[in-house]
Structures are given as structure tokens and as C-alpha cells.
């Protein structure tokens, strides 16, 4: 298996997603890897963590999805592997369900949620995100 942390989907990923989509709720599963240091791509000076610049994204983002009528159902940091081996682990992990595969690329593409990226881009070197849906509605 071949592993590689990204920034953003291809519209490859997008369509594929759509085209097997259902119009149903669906879960996020997004294994994040930090930066050291926060980079912003306008080239700001600052003093944050990865981590704390994440969390400023974190928040925003997790209001949107309040307001999109999903929720997110678990967040943590990575502490170890029980089962299986990768060369590097992730730094932590979260769960977030949206009502829709809809509903999270209308939100991903809105202008406020550009508006908060800007700190999930300076505090993140690459994640998974994996959309999952559960047995009752596959």
C-alpha cells in the first residue's frame, strides 16, 4: 500500500466521489499531519505551531459543519499503532458527518470556509481524508 499525505482532492477524487455518492449522510475520517511551524502562504511572521494553527481551523470549520446539521464525532492525537506498521504515523485524527458528500463540497468550496483554509494550509503538511458511509446506507 502507497501512503501519500495531501493538501487538497483532485477533481478526479470529487467525481468519483459524486459519481458513486447516494445523497446520504457521510463520515470524514481525516488523519492530519502537523507542521513543526505554522507557514502561511502569504509569507506572515508568526510564532504558532502546526498544531495550534490547525486549531484555529479546527474550530472555524467545526462551527460550519454545526451549521451544515453534521456534527463531529470524535477528534484526538495519535499515540500509537495497535495493528499494522507505517513508516510514519499521522499526528491525529478526526471524525466529522455531514448530511451530505453534497453538503461538505458545497462547504469546502464556500467562501468562508477559503477564509478560514488559510490556517489548516500554514499548519498541516499533508492528511487523509477518507469518506465513509455506514452499512445501513451503503
Known amino acids: 500500500m502507497n501512503v501519500i499525505n495531501q493538501m487538497n482532492r483532485t477533481p478526479e477524487q470529487a467525481a468519483t466521489l459524486l459519481e458513486n455518492d447516494d ?3 457521510i463520515a470524514m475520517v481525516n488523519l492530519i499531519k502537523y507542521r513543526d511551524k505554522a507557514v502561511y502562504e502569504d509569507g506572515r511572521d508568526t510564532q504558532l505551531t502546526g498544531r495550534e494553527a490547525y486549531a484555529i481551523y479546527g474550530a472555524g470549520v467545526s462551527e460550519m459543519i454545526h451549521k451544515l446539521g453534521g456534527h463531529i ?7 500509537g499503532m495497535c495493528v499494522g506498521e507505517v513508516e510514519e504515523l499521522w499526528d491525529s485524527i478526526a471524525v466529522a458527518n455531514y448530511p451530505s458528500l453534497q453538503s461538505f463540497l458545497d462547504m469546502t468550496s464556500s467562501p ?3 477564509a478560514i483554509a488559510v490556517h489548516r494550509s ?3 503538511s499533508g492528511q487523509l481524508n477518507i469518506a465513509a458511509r455506514s452499512p445501513s446506507s451503503a
Not at 73 to 79: P, Q
Open 112 to 114: 468562508e470556509w477559503q
Open 122 to 124: 500554514a499548519g498541516i
Open 23 to 25: 445523497g446520504g449522510p
Open 73 to 79: 464525532d470524535y477528534s484526538g492525537y495519535i499515540v
